[in-house]
C-alpha cells in the first residue's frame, strides 16, 4: 500500500471491506491525535477520518506500545514523493501550493492549530484538475474556538521550516547541490494561504439595499468551495450602511450539492466538474416534466453509472471518480474541437485510443 514516511509504527489492517491504518505511539500523543481527528470530522473532509483508539494502561505511557490510533485507510491517496520530478515538483508545483495553503486555511478556519504541518503528514489525492492534501498526523495540534493571528502564523513558520528541510532531503537524495533545492515552497505556500485567508475574511460595508452584495459574497465563497453558514448585516454607527459578516465553513459545498442531488460522493473539485456535467443535463430532462431530483436520477442511472462500469472495466487507474473527471475534460475538448456535443459511448472509445490522457499539467499547456 502506497504510504510516507512515518516516526512510529504503522500497519494496515483489512477487517470485511474497510481497511484501517494502525498507528502506535505513546498514550499522551495518541489521546491528542485522536481528539483532533473526531473534531476535525464536522469541519473538514480532509484529515484522516478516526476509528477507534487502543490504550495499553499497563505500558509505560512514554512507551511507543501504550497506545495506537486506529484510522481509515484514505483510499487513492499517495505520499507526496510519488509527485516528485528530479528535485521538485515540476509541473506539479502549483496544485501542491494550492492544495497545502488550501489545508491549512481550512484546519485553520475550525480552530485547529496544526504544529507540525509538512509534506510527510499528508497523503495526496488527485481530485479532477488539482491535488487534494490530507492531514494524517495531529499529534502536535490543538482544537481551539478561534485560532489567533499569532497562532496561524507560528503553524506557517513551521510548515515553511519543515518544507524546506524535505526539500533540501530530496534535493540532496537526487545528488543535486542545496542550491538547486526548491526551498522557496513553503514561503509560497503561506504567501498563497494568505491570499486566500484575506478572501474569505474580508469585511464589507453595504447599503442597507444592497442585499445583493451579500448574496454575490455567499455565491464566491461557494464557487471557492466554502460552505457558508449564518450571514449577519450589523448596522453601523451612521445607520445608513451595514457591516456584512458571513460566517465560513468547511471547503464541502460542492461535494454535498453532488451527494445531496444524486447520491455520488466526491472530492471537493471532482464534485464541481461532475455537477458542470450533471447541470448540463437537467435543464434538458426538466423540459421532459421531470424535476430536478429525478433529473438527477435519469442522469446517473444513464450517464454517470454506465460510463463508471466502463471505467472500472478498462481504465488504467485506481479511482474511477477521477477516471470520470478525466473522461470528461477529454469529451468537452472532443466537442469544442467539432462544435458539437459528442456521444459517451463515442467519446469513451476515442479517450481509450488516445491513452487515457488526464487533464493538462503546467508543461502540457505550453
Not at 236 to 250: S, W
Request: negative net charge.
Amino acid at each position: 500500500m502506497p504510504e510516507g514516511v512515518h516516526r512510529h509504527p504503522i500497519v494496515f489492517v483489512a477487517y470485511g471491506d474497510t481497511v484501517y491504518a494502525i498507528k502506535e505511539l505513546p498514550r499522551r500523543y495518541a489521546l491528542v491525535e485522536f481528539d483532533v481527528l473526531l473534531a476535525l470530522e464536522e469541519h473538514t473532509h480532509r484529515s484522516a477520518q478516526a476509528a477507534g483508539l487502543v490504550e495499553r494502561v499497563w505500558v509505560d505511557q512514554h512507551s511507543e506500545q501504550s497506545a495506537a490510533v486506529i484510522t481509515t485507510y484514505v483510499r487513492h491517496a499517495f505520499p507526496y514523493r510519488d509527485l516528485i520530478a528530479d528535485a521538485g515538483f515540476g509541473p506539479r508545483r502549483e496544485q501542491m501550493v494550492d492544495a497545502l495553503a488550501g489545508l491549512l486555511v481550512e484546519l485553520h478556519l475550525a480552530g485547529c492549530y496544526w504544529g507540525d504541518c509538512s509534506l510527510s503528514n499528508v497523503l495526496c489525492r488527485y481530485d479532477a484538475s488539482a491535488i487534494e492534501a490530507i492531514m494524517i498526523d495531529a499529534e502536535t495540534s490543538a482544537i481551539h474556538d478561534e485560532l489567533s493571528a499569532g497562532q496561524r502564523r507560528e503553524d506557517l513558520a513551521i510548515m515553511i521550516e519543515n518544507v524546506a528541510g524535505e526539500m533540501g532531503d530530496i534535493a540532496a537524495a537526487a545528488g543535486n547541490d542545496i542550491d538547486g533545492a526548491d526551498l522557496w515552497l513553503g514561503a509560497d505556500i503561506a504567501e498563497r494561504y494568505g491570499l486566500l485567508w484575506a478572501e474569505l475574511n474580508v469585511e464589507l460595508i453595504i447599503r442597507k439595499d444592497q442585499g445583493y452584495k451579500a448574496r454575490q459574497r455567499v455565491s464566491r465563497l461557494n464557487e471557492l468551495g466554502f460552505s457558508v453558514g449564518s450571514v449577519e448585516l450589523e448596522p453601523t454607527e451612521g445607520g445608513d450602511r451595514v457591516k456584512l459578516t458571513v460566517e465560513v465553513g468547511g471547503r464541502m459545498f460542492h461535494s454535498q450539492r453532488l451527494r445531496e442531488l444524486s447520491g455520488i460522493s466526491a472530492s471537493e473539485n471532482q464534485a464541481q466538474f461532475i455537477l458542470n456535467d450533471l447541470n448540463t443535463f437537467i435543464p434538458t430532462a426538466e423540459t421532459s416534466g421531470l424535476g430536478k431530483s429525478l433529473a438527477a436520477i435519469k442522469w446517473r442511472l444513464g450517464s454517470f453509472e454506465p460510463c463508471i462500469t466502463w471505467i472500472d472495466q478498462n481504465w488504467h487507474g485506481s479511482d474511477p471518480i477521477q477516471g470520470f473527471c478525466d473522461f470528461l475534460q477529454f469529451r468537452r475538448a472532443m466537442a469544442e474541437s467539432r462544435g458539437a456535443d459528442v456521444p459517451n459511448e463515442e467519446a469513451l472509445t476515442a479517450w481509450a485510443d488516445s491513452g487515457f490522457p488526464g487533464f493538462p499539467t503546467e508543461s502540457d499547456d505550453r
